[in-house]
């Protein structure tokens, strides 16, 4: 037979589980709100190295709806460096409306040397 402490305390767990998934959501949700400006203006003729996802902020934990394909020409307009220390440049894509953050290590030439 369960005691009247335990089954209270049995309560207040998923209470507890919930507020720090919540949490840990957060961080990442603060890093997709990343500002960029167009200092490569003009910058034509970069590539994506591999197939890459467009990101919405400068980190894995960021969404992505489309992921480009290798050799998707690009310009790029600057780069940061997210806390975990891995640098990202926002780029356009080339004839589409279409912009966002590519890791660097999928770049053909590292990224934008234009930091943000």
């Known amino acids: 037979m369960l005691g009247r402490r335990f089954r209270a305390s049995l309560a207040v767990v998923p209470i507890a589980v919930a507020t720090t998934v919540f949490a840990v959501g957060s961080p990442a949700s603060a890093a997709c709100k990343t500002d960029w400006s167009n200092k490569g203006a003009g910058g034509r003729g970069q590539y994506t190295e591999e197939a890459a996802p467009l990101r919405s902020g400068p980190a894995e934990g960021c969404s992505s709806d489309k992921t480009l394909p290798a050799s998707t020409a690009l310009i790029y307009h600057c780069f940061v460096t997210n806390t975990a220390g891995n640098s990202w440049t926002h780029v356009k ?12 290590n999928h770049l053909k030439d590292n990224g934008s040397p234009y930091k943000c």
Do not use: E, K, Y
């Open 93 to 104: 894509v080339q004839g589409q409306n279409l912009s966002g953050w590519i890791w660097d």
